[in-house]
């Protein structure tokens, strides 16, 4: 267990819908990442969080976005959804902003979009 | 940009056997190096780490050592057990320590 994780475990939509994906980091932790992985894009990062502000961005579309509350954990809201949406969606904690940083994967969230 | 290329699978080895899963990266700078590896079902956890030129990460008898000179970051194991069919991960991290992942790479252990 790696003391992060992630609501729902796993969620079925239809296209055109809005979900909301959440991530509770490991206790102490002010760092959280979000991981994409699908089988044709393979493990791509979305965006990183350091104490509710936004550090980084990756791949992430306009439809999806993400913030960081007060007590740490995060969301991951994804709109407009599409079938290529469908993938499994992965939370990181770390605690380091800047560093060499391991990252904590919590389990997933699998979502699947028909 | 920073990128990881590791060998493609799938790989099918019997108990006991000998693994090597090859890993090259792509990367200014001198990032840090790790393996992860996602059991069925399961998020990745951290196999091993090195983050500087000739550092040796090991764990669980896998060990993979940080080799600059071809940018490479190997993963091997002398003995293989069922218990380590999984996919495996070789990434590197950038300066803001977000994460780049290679394809993966299925590993399966047969009795």
């Known amino acids: 267990d790696s003391g992060v994780t992630q609501t729902p475990k796993h969620l079925i939509t239809a296209t055109g819908q809005r979900v909301t994906l959440r991530c509770s980091p490991r206790?102490?932790?002010?760092?959280v990442y979000w991981y994409q992985q699908s089988l044709d894009q393979g493990l791509q990062f979305l965006i990183q969080?350091?104490?509710?502000?936004?550090?980084a961005k990756g791949n992430i579309l306009e439809r999806f976005s993400a913030q960081q509350f007060p007590d740490l954990h995060s969301e991951l809201n994804l709109s407009s959804l599409e079938l290529g949406d469908s993938a499994l969606y992965f939370c990181?904690?770390?605690?380091?902003?800047?560093?060499?940083?391991?990252?904590?994967f919590g389990p997933g969230t699998r979502l699947t979009v028909t | 940009g920073d990128s990881v290329t590791q060998m493609e699978g799938p790989v099918t080895l019997s108990e006991e056997a000998f693994l090597t899963i090859n890993c090259t990266y792509t990367?200014?700078?001198?990032?840090?190096l790790f393996w992860y590896v996602q059991y069925p079902g399961e998020g990745l956890q951290l196999l091993l780490k090195?983050?500087?030129?000739?550092d040796k990460g090991s764990n669980k008898g896998f060990e993979a050592t940080y080799r600059k000179e071809t940018t490479s970051f190997h993963l091997e194991k002398g003995s293989v057990q069922v218990s380590d069919s999984a996919v495996y991960f070789c990434?590197?991290?950038?300066?803001?320590?977000?994460?780049?992942f290679g394809a993966g790479t299925t590993v399966t252990v047969r009795a």
């Open positions: 990434a590197l991290s950038d300066p803001v320590y977000k994460l780049s």
């Open positions: 206790s102490g932790d002010l760092s």
């Open positions: 990181a904690s770390s605690g380091k902003a800047s560093g060499v940083g391991e990252q904590y």
């Open positions: 090195a983050t500087k030129a000739d």
């Open positions: 990367a200014t700078g001198y990032p840090s």
């Open positions: 969080y350091y104490n509710g502000e936004e550090r």
